[in-house]
């Protein structure tokens, strides 16, 4: 916090989630009295003054409870789990704009929205609502900041365990179709924290990164083969695989809600093997690594050393 900075009575929606947890770890150690809203009783950090379990699709209950509760400040942590566009619509919209609302109803100066910078170029459901939601934040008269955070540590560490048992690392095409510049929780909480007393971030849109450079996923291979001490083994997968899948699926879509979730997911797949997670250029319409800004210290192959540490 920045000397002379107002300590603030902040709620955190989402607050167990792995963001949202280390976002009200940042927010108490920097004095700031917080209250969470969590979708259960979880283990959280001790010093929350309130917490409550009331969910945000129930606007006259949220509305009442944030009447008890009365934040200057509100961060939403939210986001629907599998990206499917009845969970979206349910989370990515509908929950964030009940928060709005009920925000507005008690005179939160400040809403903070965790977004995802994949929106600059929206193709699936999800990432079409939360712009719909941040189209509505930005129309309130709210104050508002929006973060849009480049790929975590978490999303990049599914192939841990398997090249720790001597597993290939898969590959979409050769590895250099897409880039990204990963981000810790940790480091990312504490870009949201600055973000409540920093009068330059509001109303403002936000992309972030964490400390360069960009990465492509053979890169992320390499790297992962060597913190783990082995020889480098990759298998490549072609991203055509997933439009084959999702346009099968596709077929029962209009019978049944499975099969449109099913190739909702094949359609997230294919985004996120061909789409770098950087700044993409107005200008040239290509992803930049120079224009998408550098934060924090952790670095992902101090994350993998630490998980690789955990495997063993």
């Not at 920045?2 to 920097?30: F, P, Y």
Request: glycine fraction near 8%.
């Amino acid at each position: 916090m920045k000397d002379g900075a107002q300590h603030k009575r902040i709620l955190v929606a989402g607050a167990s989630g792995t963001i949202g947890h280390a976002v009200c770890e940042a927010l108490l150690a920097d004095g700031h009295e917080v209250i969470g809203q969590v979708r259960y009783h979880a283990p959280l950090p001790t010093g929350f003054s309130a917490v409550f379990t009331i969910g945000l699709n129930d606007p006259d209950e949220l509305a009442t409870q944030m009447k008890c509760v009365q934040p200057d400040v509100v961060i939403s942590c939210i986001a629907s789990r599998s990206g499917s566009p009845k969970d979206a619509e349910a989370v990515d919209f509908r929950a964030n704009l009940n928060l709005l609302k009920a925000a507005e109803g008690v005179g939160a100066n400040h809403f903070i929205l965790l977004s995802a910078i994949c929106v600059q170029k929206p193709r699936l459901a999800f990432q079409h609502a939360k712009i719909a939601f941040e189209r509505a934040l930005k129309a309130s008269e709210i104050d508002h900041t929006i973060v849009r955070p480049t790929a975590f540590f978490k999303s990049l560490s599914g192939q841990v365990e398997r090249v720790a048992k001597g597993g290939k690392f898969f590959l979409f095409g050769d590895g250099e179709l897409t880039r990204c510049k990963p981000i810790s929780d940790r480091d990312l909480a504490t870009f949201i924290v600055d973000c409540v007393t920093d009068p330059e971030r509001r109303n403002a849109v936000l992309p972030i990164g964490g400390p360069g450079p960009a990465m492509s996923l053979r890169e992320q291979g390499e790297l992962l083969f060597e913190v783990a001490g082995k020889q480098p083994r990759f298998h490549s997968i072609s991203p055509r695989l997933f439009t084959g899948i999702a346009k099968v699926l596709s077929l029962g879509a209009p019978f049944s809600g499975w099969f449109a979730e099913k190739a909702e997911y094949a359609r997230i797949a294919h985004y996120y093997a061909t789409e770098s997670m950087l700044v993409l250029d107005a200008e040239t319409g290509e992803y930049s690594a120079e224009k998408t800004p550098e934060f924090g210290e952790d670095t992902l192959r101090d994350h993998y050393r630490e998980m690789l540490k955990a495997a063993r």
